[in-house]
């Protein structure tokens, strides 16, 4: 894990890390690193690789370096559906690295942002799950410091993963001696963090609840990212995050209570799993699989739907800001609520490199994605293939149709039944056409 690692590109690919990871393109970055998705050229599967470039330049014999290492290897034995799966780490040219998995699905920023409040059910299984993964992670000793939003994904079948974990350790000692500044989250981070206290197991609960504040109410806890950092800090550590008992709100008194004693300022009054925690979350999570598995699944689908009618334009503008959703202090322009999913950045790399030699490769990479069941990364591939094929190929060529056929078999396993029929139709018709032109 602590091998030689390098940095050296490969013919036909981007830059490989520690000569097995393939980087194909960013899905985001924030004040630790960048995350990239990769293939593992050695297990032929598609991984997250995550470069903590807030820690780059350790040498061989770099404390932190060490420390790092050590990290990596408490978070690998931690084995819970809710804890993101680690698979490898290293040091690449100074520049420490993780190996995930990748997270299907929305983050939790992402899906609040898109669907405003969730329903009590989906709210009490997405914490359940965070409790859970959370007390595996405490068990074997690892905590996670910083809990938000954005470092949850839910997943398709409407579990919530947490990753991330040990990121604000790893780089927050460096970052502070380099810049003096806070290191983390303050929407979500507990006031005793931001005084310096040592973290522990109840800054963790305080971050859950305050992402159970936003997924309650669809608003942060101090107020629009784009407010003076320093105010939301102030806020922090004065009146704290807002009271949600008595407020007029769908989920029961006991669920609004239960989110009041997880964000209170003073830790030691912060309920522990062992205190009914779980019990609780459970009554109220009665179908909040299928609720959130629900809300995934129109999300994506709608999300397929508009790549029909809005294809994709390689010159346009970026669609997202790639910056973190709290902005540095001096940032002029915040950036959004959420980090972009992995379907936008795959299509932004789709978008970059396509021309008519290469898309029939693109739509063979499109099928193994539906063939895999990566529907949503296949959609948004496939969004960015047809119009190429299109302007370029024209609509009655073998792969114009071929990339459409598979486009509304996106749909269909989608829930987008009607759209998908309407497609299929118009490949027919195509296909019609093609054959009468080559009697």
Not at 63 to 87: G, K, S
Not at 116 to 127: E, I, N, R, S, Y
């Amino acid at each position: 894990m602590d091998g030689r690692t390098d940095l050296a590109g490969r013919p036909g690919g981007g830059p490989v890390v520690a000569g097995r990871y393939r980087l194909l393109g960013p899905l985001g970055h924030g004040g630790m690193g960048v995350v990239h998705e990769a293939e593992d050229t050695r297990l032929a599967r598609r991984v997250a690789v995550k470069m903590l470039t807030a820690v780059a330049g350790l040498d061989e014999d770099d404390e932190a370096r060490d420390r790092f290492l050590r990290e990596a290897r408490a978070l690998a034995r931690i084995e819970h559906p809710a804890v993101v799966t680690l698979y490898d780490a290293g040091v690449a040219d100074g520049t420490p690295y993780l190996v995930m998995q990748v997270l299907d699905g929305l983050s939790l920023a992402d899906l609040v942002t898109r669907t405003g409040p969730l329903p009590t059910a989906a709210v009490a299984q997405v914490a359940l799950d965070v409790v859970r993964g959370l007390a595996a992670a405490h068990e074997s000793g690892v905590l996670h410091r910083d809990v938000k939003p954005s470092n949850i994904g839910v997943n398709r079948d409407g579990h919530a993963v947490l990753h991330d974990f040990g990121l604000a350790r790893l780089a927050g000692e460096r970052a502070i001696t380099r810049t003096g500044e806070l290191v983390g989250t303050p929407q979500f981070m507990a006031p005793e963090a931001i005084r310096g206290a040592a973290p522990s197991p109840a800054a963790d609960l305080y971050g859950l609840g305050a992402c159970m504040y936003l997924m309650i109410t669809g608003e942060l806890p101090f107020g629009d990212a784009t407010v003076d950092y320093g105010a939301i800090v102030e806020r922090a550590l004065g009146a704290g995050i807002p009271r949600l008992s008595g407020r007029l709100l769908s989920p029961p008194a006991e669920l609004l209570d239960l989110v009041d004693r997880l964000c209170a300022q003073d830790p030691a009054l912060r309920p522990a799993r062992t205190q009914g925690t779980e019990a609780l979350l459970e009554r109220q999570a009665v179908d909040g699989r299928e609720a959130l598995a629900a809300l995934l699944a129109g999300q994506l689908r709608d999300e397929a739907v508009r790549s029909l009618t809005e294809p994709a334009d390689a010159d346009d503008e970026p669609e997202y800001d790639w910056d973190e959703a709290v902005p540095h202090p001096r940032a002029e322009h915040p950036g959004p609520l959420h980090p972009p999913t992995l379907s936008d950045a795959t299509r932004r790399i789709v978008l970059s490199s396509m021309t008519p030699q290469n898309a029939l490769s693109r739509q063979r990479e499109a099928v193994n994605l539906v063939l895999r069941g990566e529907l949503q990364e296949a959609a948004q591939m496939l969004a960015a293939v047809v119009p190429v094929c299109l302007s370029s190929l024209g609509p009655d060529h073998p792969t114009t149709l071929t990339s459409q056929y598979w486009q509304a078999v996106c749909l269909a396993r989608l829930g987008a039944g009607d759209q998908a029929v309407e497609l299929l139709a118009r490949v027919n018709r195509h296909a019609d056409v093609r054959r009468g032109n080559s009697r």
